[in-house]
């Protein structure tokens, strides 16, 4: 499924389906949107993989359009890791993207540059990874995005981490000791990250929302078939249907504004398309809501299948877990207030936050 | 530095052995839980490093805490007659709960049943003495359950008020002075080859809403006809072993009842504030412990290359996690304190609609705080949030549970209604 996937967003002449366009930006969530309501974890791939090609091989072309084509022609599937800005330590000053650490520098030179970083936290998929997509930054501090083989020697996996869910996306550290990289494996400017966060925030959205839309089967089966109170339907109770509107409210909400946002991200490749900063900012608003928002429905859900929703069986609790875990990779750190920020920075012209 | 002992309690509530009991849990738990708790998850099934953990807490090996409701006469600590019964309970359930919630929960389950007969006034002394030595002399961990839920009814049990009981399926038959027990059970806490005694709540006649008809009938595990079925694979609680009883034909003497006709419903319905003020107490628990990891990451990891504390926005939002949690333990803590005036001046009796309106609302209350709460936490260690290294996911696994049982959100609402509204219908 994600192989099939995958074909969708590469240039036709990389033996894909051509989706590589911001106009199909549509076409890609509902796509997700299918795959996620199957699992979750498949459909995270696919998003890395749609984020990683779109940000570099979309009509913006650039340099690096024949090394990402290339990476992924593969006869399997290419698995990516994305490594975002986010937390670091005190005991280091970074460059840093709207306030989130840059965590990775990448040293230049006349060939390209190295890149150097030190027990590096993806968003999933780093012990699985064939290549890593890497926001990092230069001496200057200037972001960019850099491409870096998993099976390079300078290349260096940690641990396997056990996390809450994405059970499929197994996660470790990486460390990058002066990981050569061709300059055709550099994405350049601030406006490529840009681009990786407004794709992963419809992406990704799109999977949430299509593990919530299986979570409703599943408890529209249980409401439909339980009873309380000694024998009236779950659902003809009236508190009982009040929080299975909520559970419909949340994903419903979720996906119009889903909807909305791919619409948006289409019209930037017209010739009247609103500019990238404005689509930036409303991406981080839309996939923060979208996230809280299909979380919650799994929340509410839960509270009516008590115990059996908790049970592995009943599939319930993996939405829940997966959502989680895409919500909180999406945060990167400090929980909404990085998306807070981008918003009153871009709506009330802050100058120093 | 703040610590977690800085969060407020009514400490004129407080027990004069809470000090005591509050540092040799502590101390248990530092030693036998926290350096292991990151692989329990992965022990669900065979408790292969949970069950020895217990052996230390439980048993005559190590702290002995199973007994500590049993009469000093008959080997216990004789906390059924104290005046500190639930604050006790409730400082428990924090210091475990911190550690972890599905311990808490496993080895604090083990009273429940057994409050129905052990704690004053409803003491069954012949029964006190019949199971006292299984608990007071024992080197391993042993472990009781109470068996409410049945696959037709789900909470429906816990809902005795408007059911009065006319759900429940189990059934008790008396034949000469045995009693004939048959019936299928799911979830009971300690189940799943765990439980050594369970209080089984049965209808001597089905259909019934006649008080005199319910029965609660203690069932060792060992009597022939009792089958316990492999444990549930779940979201958390992995130290928390649940899974399906069947009961065929099931004998025991007659005066395993706990106390007879009509007072056996009384003291089921008795159970229900032991159950929500555990609830808090492993929910406050939790989160102090989610206190401790998140001072150290906010202090230690920045955003714009602060430490994460020192941003005005990211410290409005973990100051108000540390108004709730201490909230949240003020208000555990003041439920319990409803508990230990059961039937004394100015108090309530030990069930009412009253008392349980109220338990239930703090109940409710503090698990929506717990379930935000946790949820914020890991969306502030952000990419390390799901991490399990980092503490704060796997509470949230295991926590989410505690705002579904015992009839889970809705039933608070409605026993909420019901009293401040005068609800006739509900």
Redesign the interface.
């Given at each position: 499924m994600a192989e099939s996937a995958l074909e969708l967003a590469l240039p036709e002449e990389n033996g894909g389906f051509g989706w590589n366009s911001s106009a199909r930006a549509p076409g890609l969530a509902a796509v997700l949107i299918e795959i996620g309501r199957a699992d979750a974890a498949t459909a995270y791939l696919s998003a890395l993989q749609f984020t990683t090609i779109l940000a570099s091989v979309t009509e913006n072309a650039a340099p690096v359009t024949p090394f990402i084509s290339r990476l992924y022609s593969a006869d399997r599937p290419v698995n990516p890791a994305l490594i975002l800005p986010g937390p670091s330590s005190l005991a280091e000053q970074t460059p840093l993207f709207f306030g989130r650490s840059i965590n990775v520098r990448l040293v230049r030179d006349d060939n390209g540059g190295v890149l150097v970083g030190k027990n590096i936290r993806p968003a999933g998929c780093g012990a699985i990874a064939d290549h890593f997509c890497v926001i990092c930054a230069d001496s200057a501090g200037k972001p960019l995005v850099a491409f870096v083989p998993a099976d390079a020697q300078s290349v260096q996996r940690g641990n396997i981490l056990k996390e809450t869910g994405l059970n499929a996306c197994t996660n470790a550290d990486v460390t990058f000791n002066h990981a050569r990289l061709p300059r055709e494996a550099i994405l350049e400017g601030s406006d490529a990250v840009e681009r990786i966060y407004l794709w992963l925030n419809l992406l990704l959205g799109a999977v949430s929302i299509g593990a919530a839309m299986n979570f409703f089967e599943i408890v529209y089966g249980w409401a439909n078939t339980r009873t309380i109170k000694g024998g009236s339907i779950m659902k003809e109770n009236p508190l009982c249907a009040s929080v299975l509107a909520d559970v419909a409210e949340e994903i419903a909400i979720a996906r119009f504004l889903t909807d909305d946002l791919a619409r948006l991200i289409a019209m930037m490749a017209g010739p009247h398309g609103t500019d990238l900063r404005t689509v930036y900012t409303m991406s981080q608003i839309v996939g923060y809501r979208v996230q809280q928002g299909t979380l919650r429905a799994v929340n509410r859900g839960l509270e009516l299948m008590g115990s059996a929703g908790y049970a592995r069986e009943w599939h319930a609790e993996k939405h829940w877990r997966d959502i989680k875990t895409i919500q909180s990779y999406l945060c990167g750190v400090g929980a909404e207030v990085p998306v807070k920020i981008d918003t009153a920075r871009f709506f009330f012209d802050c100058k120093e936050i | 530095m703040k610590s977690i002992d800085d969060f407020s309690r009514p400490e004129e509530y407080i027990s004069p052995l809470d000090k005591h009991f509050r540092s040799a849990v502590r101390a248990w738990v530092d030693k036998e839980v926290m350096p292991h708790r990151?692989q329990y998850?992965e022990d669900w099934k065979e408790h292969t490093l949970i069950e020895p953990a217990f052996d230390t807490l439980m048993s005559n090996k190590g702290l002995g805490i199973q007994k500590a409701l049993f009469p000093a006469d008959l080997g216990g600590w004789g906390l059924g007659q104290s005046d500190y019964a639930f604050t006790i309970a409730c400082t428990l359930a924090e210091e475990v709960g911190r550690a972890d919630t599905a311990m808490a929960v496993a080895f604090m389950v083990t009273y429940w049943p057994l409050t129905t007969i052990l704690v004053e006034p409803h003491v069954n002394r012949r029964l006190a003495a019949e199971f006292a030595p299984m608990f007071c002399n024992s080197d391993k961990a042993v472990f009781a359950a109470l068996a409410m839920?049945e696959p037709?009814?789900?909470?429906?049990i816990e809902?005795m008020e408007?059911?009065g009981g006319?759900?429940i399926r189990t059934t008790a038959r008396l034949e000469g002075n045995e009693w004939i027990i048959n019936g299928h059970k799911?979830?009971p806490t300690n189940t799943a080859g765990v439980g050594q005694l369970f209080g089984v709540p049965c209808t001597t006649r089905l259909g019934s809403t006649d008080p005199n008809d319910f029965a609660l009938i203690f069932v060792p595990a060992n009597v022939k006809g009792v089958t316990q079925g492999g444990p549930?694979?779940?979201?958390?609680?992995a130290a928390d072993k649940?899974g399906d009883l069947w009961f065929e034909d099931v004998r025991v003497p007659a005066w395993y009842r706990a106390h007879g006709p009509g007072k056996d419903a009384q003291v089921f319905k008795e159970i229900i504030p032991w159950g929500l003020v555990g609830s808090m107490g492993f929910l406050v628990g939790a989160m102090m412990n989610l206190y401790e990891v998140l001072y150290e990451f906010a202090s230690?990891?920045?955003?714009?290359?602060r430490?994460?504390k020192e941003?005005d926005?990211?410290a409005g939002?973990i100051g108000r996690i540390a108004g709730d949690i201490e909230v949240c333990r003020i208000l555990a803590y003041e439920g319990a304190r409803i508990g230990d005036r059961r039937n004394r001046p100015y108090g309530h009796p030990l069930y009412s609609e009253e008392v349980l309106a109220k338990l239930r609302n703090l109940k409710d209350f503090v698990c929506d705080r717990a379930?935000e709460n946790f949820?914020?936490a890991?969306?502030?260690?952000?990419?390390?949030?799901?991490?399990?290294?980092y503490d704060i996911?796997k509470h949230?696994?295991d926590i989410?549970?505690i705002?579904?049982?015992m009839g889970?959100?809705?039933l608070c609402?409605?026993e909420a209604a019901r009293y401040f509204y005068n609800c006739k219908t509900l």
């Open positions: - | 990151r998850d839920t037709q009814g789900g909470a429906d809902n408007l059911l006319k759900t799911l979830w549930y694979e779940k979201a958390g609680m649940n230690t990891r920045t955003y714009g290359n430490p994460l941003n926005a990211i939002l379930v949820g914020r890991m969306d502030v260690l952000g990419v390390y949030g799901p991490d399990r290294e996911e949230w696994r989410k549970i705002q579904l049982w889970g959100k809705q609402q409605m």
